[in-house]
């Protein structure tokens, strides 16, 4: 029987996924914005569980990593730097933040609703093994229209703006929003 077109199987990462993950990288972002393999490796062995690899069917359609933080009221720019160390903030013991980092579906998928289905497969399968996550935040470039109407329909708002954030990538610097929702718990 075919996938339902909205269903997608989540499956946590390992090494073998990090070529799949640099091809939805390179689909899914300007050069300027990509992260390097290396940052991806590191998330994956830190924290297997947040670092997911989206199934429909037989097709590998997307990813989305995560982490946890020691919730901060305003996190400011230097949470969010391309290339940062998850290690640096992931606090899996007590942290009660958890932070997305990165969602891409290929191209071929867009459009059918499975980004809202990808993020809230996250959140769904991080509240499960983290009953004390009480928030979940993320930075997302102020012109990315699809991403800024995924998440606002997922509930979460603007808390803070990033002047510039994001390097040009052809163009002027563009603004980052920090957005943030409360978790709720089954
Ligand atoms: C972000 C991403 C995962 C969303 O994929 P998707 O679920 O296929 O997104 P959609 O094309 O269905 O768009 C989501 C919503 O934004 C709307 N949208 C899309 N492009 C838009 C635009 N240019 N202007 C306004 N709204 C737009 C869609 O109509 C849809 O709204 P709806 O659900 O109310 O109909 C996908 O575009 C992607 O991988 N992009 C590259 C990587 C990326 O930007 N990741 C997010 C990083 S923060």
């Known amino acids: 029987m075919p996938t339902p077109a909205h269903t997608l199987r989540l499956v946590e ?17 300007a050069a300027s914005h990509q992260e390097q393999r290396s940052a991806y490796a590191q998330r994956i062995a830190t924290f297997p569980r947040g670092s ?3 199934w429909r069917g037989a097709d590998c359609v997307g990813c989305v990593f995560s982490e946890i933080w020691q919730s901060t009221p305003e996190p400011d720019a230097a949470h969010f730097e391309l290339g940062h160390d998850i290690r640096e903030r992931h606090a899996p013991e007590h942290g009660t933040e958890l932070y997305i980092s990165s969602m891409t579906l290929a191209p071929h998928v867009r459009g059918q609703g499975l980004g809202t ?12 093994a983290f009953p004390g996550l009480r928030s979940a935040v993320l930075l997302v470039n102020a012109n990315w229209a699809a991403a800024r109407r995924i998440y606002a329909g997922a ?10 954030f994001f390097g040009p990538s052809g163009g002027a610097p563009e603004d980052g929003l920090v957005m943030r929702r409360p978790l709720r718990h089954a």
């Open 117 to 128: 289905a990808l993020l809230r497969g996250c959140m769904a399968h991080a509240v499960q």
């Open 155 to 164: 509930g979460f708002v603007e808390v803070a703006r990033l002047d510039g």
């Open 52 to 54: 997911l690899m989206a």
């Open 13 to 29: 990462a390992s090494a073998a996924d990090l070529d799949r993950i640099m091809e939805l990288e390179c689909l899914g972002f």
